[in-house]
């Protein structure tokens, strides 16, 4: 558990279970099956124009948003691996009907926009429940390697995932991405019926309805000294780093007159930055001070931020990508053990359905605003604005006594 003032053992160097790198490589698997899908739907979607573009991708988000803190309570009340079953299935029945029905079905904005909603409803019962899994299955002191290297795997995935997905859809088109989507989900799903969380590390949760298991959900997080301020710099950075450099970069890039080429390779950098970040810690393990780590994580990817911000050439851009990578990876990896560490098991869905939530407004909203402002006062001063208010969020949390206090317990824990 996550305690402000305990002293820290060595770092548990035994190795993860089997059972938690077996379920983890089926969900990195279906992650590359799931990008390889998207990327078919948007490119469907945008035979049709921008406006179709957008309802599809509209059909995803919103509905993920709104059912978010129910799928979380759905989670918690019936079983975190029982409703990632449900969830693998139904998207294994609907990514084989797409690929069978596909070639007799023209891909009409109807057909893409209810498979659109279809995977953003099974997404908000299906993400909390995932995200909880590696508390269910693994030690607490062994949670930072085992967090960190989950985020490795989505990284190699997301870099994986569109490439492949373009090469699939010019060769077999949407037909195609469903039926190796559909052999992800039948894999994952596989996976799922044989792994068993211990019962303990399970518990049922049968408090009240579910819409009051969810408000319980919110309360608990709301108070917790700990989870409170988590949220809050999750927040900060979902809203001000994440915008940098799928929104902000290709802006930059234009202003400066760098090219595509010069984007990717800043998207490149940032990637590298916290693929490495993840690897080094799901081999070696947090710093002594977990709050300290995810301050200065922001701290390091605000000076990247800045750097992209007032980069002269497109070679210093880059450098500024690798380094808001470097401290993203830093955050995320420090911030994201506190979460199942500092919550009861009965509510791991719903804290980590919330944490979602936060993440996915806060971007929203984002990007919106600073889309906005690049267009009246210049990419330039976007992206500036995110420098600051990152640095101030990891200048915060380490001025916080609470933050700069915890640490993660690694041997009385496990």
């Given at each position: ?12 160097r035994?190795a993860?279970p ?9 969900t ?6 799931d ?13 049709h ?13 919103l509905?993920?948003t709104?059912l ?6 759905v989670?918690d ?9 449900a ?7 609907v990514t084989?009907l797409?690929?069978?029905a596909?070639?007799?079905?023209a891909p009409s ?6 498979v659109?909603a279809?995977?953003g409803t099974?997404d908000?019962?299906?993400l909390p429940?995932?995200?909880s ?13 085992a967090?960190?290297l ?10 994986l995932g569109?490439?492949?997905g373009?090469?699939?859809v ?10 190796i989507d559909?052999?992800t989900?039948a894999?994952?799903l596989a996976?799922?019926?044989r792994?068993?969380p211990?019962?303990?590390a ?9 819409l009051?298991?969810a408000?319980?959900?919110v309360?608990l ?9 988590a949220?809050l710099?999750?927040a ?5 780093l994440l915008p940098?450099v ?24 940032q990637s590298l ?6 690897l ?6 947090t ?5 300290v ?6 701290c390091?990817?605000?000076l990247g ?10 070679a ?6 690798v380094a808001?990578?470097?401290g993203s990876?830093?955050f ?9 560490a ?7 869905s ?7 939530l936060?993440q ?31 640095c101030?969020?990891?200048v915060?949390g380490?001025?916080?006594?609470p ?12």
């Open positions: 558990m996550v305690t402000l003032e305990t002293a820290r053992t060595a770092p548990d035994a993860l089997r059972a938690y790198l077996v379920w983890l490589a089926g990195r698997a279906s992650l590359v099956g990008a390889v899908l998207y990327f078919a739907l948007g490119w469907a979607a945008s035979a124009g921008g406006g179709t573009g957008a309802l599809v991708l509209t059909g995803i988000t509905s993920r709104v978010l803190l129910l799928g979380g309570a989670g009340r019936f079983g975190a691996r029982r409703v990632m079953i969830g693998d299935a139904v998207m294994l029945a084989v797409l690929a069978l596909g070639p007799r079905l904005p109807w057909l893409l926009t209810a659109a279809v995977i099974v908000a019962f299906y429940a995932s995200a899994m590696p508390a269910r299955l693994v030690a607490r002191p062994q949670l930072p390697r967090l960190a989950r985020q490795a795997g989505g990284q190699v995935a997301s870099l569109a490439p492949l373009a090469v699939l010019a060769a077999a088109g949407l037909t195609g991405a469903a039926a559909a052999v989900f894999l994952v996976v799922l019926l792994i068993r211990g019962a303990d399970e518990p049922p949760s049968r408090e009240g309805n579910l009051t298991a408000v319980d959900g309360r997080a709301a108070t917790d000294p700990v989870l409170r301020p949220l710099l999750t900060v950075a979902a809203g001000f940098v799928s929104l902000l970069n290709p802006l930059l890039a234009r202003e400066h007159g760098w090219g595509a080429g010069s984007a990717g390779l800043v998207a490149g950098g930055g916290t693929l490495t970040v993840a080094l810690v799901a081999r070696r393990g710093v002594n001070r977990v709050g780590g995810a301050a200065l994580g922001l390091g990817a605000a931020t800045a750097a992209l911000a007032t980069a002269p050439t497109a210093v851009a880059v450098l500024g990508g808001v990578g470097t990876g830093m995320a990896c420090h911030i994201g053990p506190l979460v199942p500092n919550v009861p098991a009965t509510h791991l719903r804290v980590q359905a919330l944490l979602t936060v996915s407004l806060a971007l929203v909203l984002a990007n919106n605003a600073l889309g906005a402002l690049a267009d009246t006062a210049g990419a330039v001063t976007a992206t500036a604005l995110c420098a600051a208010a990152v101030a969020a990891g915060a380490i001025a916080s006594k933050i700069r206090r915890l640490r993660l317990e690694r041997a009385a824990d496990g």
